[in-house]
């Protein structure tokens, strides 16, 4: 599934801002040191202590280069007590260097105001002001002694008070902002884990639901999807990566009737061996044209599933007690004709009138015990079932129980076929599913023929099971009616059989459906539920 990205808020780290002031200070020992060496504003730099000014610089510039290689090769990370120090180094040096060039009038001495700021990023309240306090008595001093010692003149006390001034300044407003900027970066950094959580609570809602999920861009380009919409389409494998509404051909026709207006949708077969039928409903994501379009793609079986079983729950129970009532007068019908049978004088006539009397007695008969038999059905139970070892089982029993010598052939696609059914349930629909085979069978060959064929679906990885014969066939017009309840071709037949076989696969999670191989014959393909899916 495809989805924009939250962006990220970086991490406030003190490492990263200790890195950045380390380049500094190794470029400003370095230029300073370039600007000494190539006489750049002499009288300025170290023109008092020149010697001093060059090994200060020198020394500083290579203490900063060793600290960068710490912090970038090593990680290092000091602790408050080491960034202390490293900060009073640098006051030191800035010191010197301001000494060595004549003291705070040089301008050197304004230096110090960086060093006072990085601690305030860098230092806890007190260590910070205690950092300015020591910048600002340094400054003093160093005034104070140039008056004492060179009797220099006494406006350097006032450059160095205000100095100090600044110092304590930069201090307390720079730990004043970077306060703000880390209450500021948590709660940006809090926003932006929450708004992280709810696009990834939205994605795992979007990729769990039932209804599938497309949105397709302007330029038919499929921009987001979800599993179920992958299933219910039949989207291969390879396609999920660059997936285009070409590679949906049902998707994209189904679009242009929505956008020339043609309503109601049909409902959509996907694939030719699928037995998905799907429903697709169309919504633009904005009013201004052109906009993406959100596609909604519905399980229709599911959707039929439902309203079937709410048809059936009041008619079951109807039906149920009508058959009661049907089998006694029936049962009535059936003796007196067996006794009227046992006369020694009837006529042929006669007789053939009692033939059909028996055999619509015991149609409808069988028709009340399929109906009761729906009534009664159990809850199905569903295990897990190795079909390529429980398929060879099934058809010496199916001979056993229907007695017949008819062709039964198996042909297993896969070694290994996993699959939960009942398995009571399931050899109850594989025999109703045989019996119409063989039946039809005969009407075309002479002799019943039914070919089982099991294997796994590539892209879903669901077992399937096809019940292959060699009859005449079902018109396609029919094909939706031949699950309904008392639907027949047949004179002798119930109508109940595939209904049957169709309750009993939708109560297992399967979904049976009639198609044609690519051979011709007739074909009822049985997917079954996935191993590993909770039923």
Known sequence: MNTASVQRIP???????????????????????????GQVAPTVLGYEHPTLFF???????????????????????????QLFVLLLIDLLAVGLLMHASGGAMSGLGYLLLVVVAAGGMLLPGQLAVLLAALASIAALIESISRIWLFSADTQTIFSSGILGALLFFTAIAFQYLTKKLRTTHLEAQAQAEHAAHLQKLAQLIVERMRTGILVL?????????????????????????????????????QLQQWRQHTSPLPIVRVGARSANEVKINFAPLAENEPSDILVFVEDNRLITQQAQQLKLASLGRLTASIAHEVRNPLGAISHAGQLLAESDNLKADDLRLLSIIETHSKRVNQIIENVLQLSRRRTATPQQVQLDQWLPKFIPDYRNESGHDD???????????????????????????????????????????????????????????????????????????????????????????????????????????????????????????HPDRAL
């Open 217 to 253: 861009t302007p330029d038919q380009r499929v921009d987001l999807f979800n599993k179920s919409a992958a299933d219910l389409l039949a989207i291969p494998g390879s396609k999920l990566n660059s997936l285009t509404l070409q590679d949906i051909p049902e998707l994209e026709e």
């Open 407 to 529: 062709n039964i052939e198996l042909r297993l696609l896969s070694s290994d076929i996993p699959a939960k059914f009942d398995p009571d349930q399931l050899h109850q629909v594989l025999s109703n599913l045989c019996d119409n085979g063989r039946r039809y069978s005969k009407q075309v060959l002479g002799k019943g023929r039914v070919l089982l064929e099991a294997g796994i679906e590539q892209n879903t990885q669901q077992p399937y099971i096809r019940v292959i014969d060699w009859g005449p066939g079902i018109n396609q017009a029919e094909h939706r009616d031949i699950f309904e309840p008392f639907y027949t071709t047949s004179t002798t037949g119930s109508g109940l059989g595939l209904y049957i076989c169709k309750e009993l696969c939708e109560a297992n999670q399967a979904f049976i459906h009639y198609t044609r191989t690519r051979e011709g014959q007739s074909c009822f393909h049985i997917q079954l539920a």
């Open 11 to 37: 991490n406030y780290s003190t490492y990263d801002l200790l890195r950045v002031y380390t380049y500094y200070r190794t470029l400003l020992g370095s230029l300073l040191l370039l600007m000494f060496q």
């Open 55 to 81: 090994y200060t610089s020198a020394i500083y510039t290579a203490l900063n280069i060793i600290t960068l290689a710490l912090l970038w090769r090593a990680k290092f990370l000091p602790s408050v007590q």
